[in-house]
């Protein structure tokens, strides 16, 4: 791993402000090296000029200066006139996890069109946050009057589509099911770090089901680097590593994953996944004895 790419996330995660295109932009260097993010930085800057515009425009043609009217203005730039949209046909590929691609290409999966719609939307004057929901990311606006805590709530990948209450749980529904009750709670603004931990899940996820474990094992480096107490990462660097035939940094992070886990309460799925480990572990070891 490129110890400049993992500095450059950490920089760009702990940035002032809340932008979080300089983060996504290093993201997509996994897959584009020489990925010259100055250039789409600019285009964002652009795109939040002429969504300004849009939305003054719209303003002064309805006479409605309201949150909900400058979210209809800021739709009608951003999915009518720039005509950005969800890719259904190729959800899995792992150009949509890529804030260069979605922008040359203007599609992408949730997280990345709602990243758009959030770096587009703060540089044209609005206020709106990304939304962690399970399975599906959204954006929120703040609240307005009377409209409860949650504030107003837009799904990017459905062209800014306006969700209540009820969309939300049934989304929640066709997601995961039953494994997690719906809470206001999930509604919540979601913090940066988190963000970028969520877009870098996507892509390791996609890069493993490809079995490209070199990018997959890039991806476990820049998730510790965010997270370092994240023990699943530690595990999964350790297990790409073994895939790669990496012996020594296979040995080195899933002996310490043993180790660190250990420590706490296990249920009987743990101790059958460390069971499993420690054979890895035992593999390793038999195999480092043989070249000696």
């Not at 996609?206 to 107490?229: C, G, K, N």
């Not at 297990?239 to 309460?265: F, P, S």
Request: proline share 4%.
């Amino acid at each position: 791993m490129r110890k400049g790419l993992v500095d450059a996330l950490i920089a760009a995660s702990n940035a002032s402000g809340t932008g979080l295109a300089q983060a996504a932009l290093v993201i997509s260097r996994i897959e584009y090296p020489r990925l010259d993010a100055s250039a789409y930085l600019a285009r964002l800057d652009g795109m939040g000029d002429a969504a300004r515009r849009r939305i003054e425009q719209h303003v002064d043609e309805t006479g409605d200066g309201s949150t909900l009217s400058c979210i209809k203005g800021f739709n009608a730039y951003l999915f009518d006139e720039q005509r950005f949209v969800g890719n259904r046909d190729r959800y899995e590929d792992p150009r949509n996890n890529c804030l260069n691609e979605v922008l040359d290409r203007r599609t992408g999966i949730p997280i990345t069109l709602s990243v758009v719609y959030m770096e587009v939307g703060r540089r044209a004057g609005l206020q709106v946050d990304g939304v962690n929901f399970p399975g599906h990311f959204l954006v929120r606006f703040p609240e307005p009057a009377g409209r409860g805590p949650r504030g107003l709530i837009v799904d990017p990948f459905h062209a800014g589509a306006l969700l209540s209450e009820r969309d939300c749980r049934m989304l929640l529904q066709g997601h995961v099911g039953s494994e997690v009750a719906f809470s206001k709670s999930l509604l919540a603004p979601a913090t940066r770090p988190q963000i970028i931990v969520r877009m870098l899940l996507n892509l390791k996820r996609i890069y493993v089901h490809m079995r490209s474990f070199p990018q997959a094992r890039d991806i476990t480096e820049l998730l510790l680097a965010v997270t370092p107490s994240a023990l699943s990462e530690l595990r999964d660097r350790g297990l790409l590593a073994y895939h790669l035939n990496d012996i020594t940094g296979a040995l080195r992070d899933l002996q310490t994953y043993l180790k660190l886990a250990g420590m706490g309460e296990m249920d009987r799925e743990t101790r059958e996944e460390h069971q499993q480990i420690w054979e890895h572990v035992k593999t390793l070891r038999r195999r480092v004895a043989a070249l000696n």
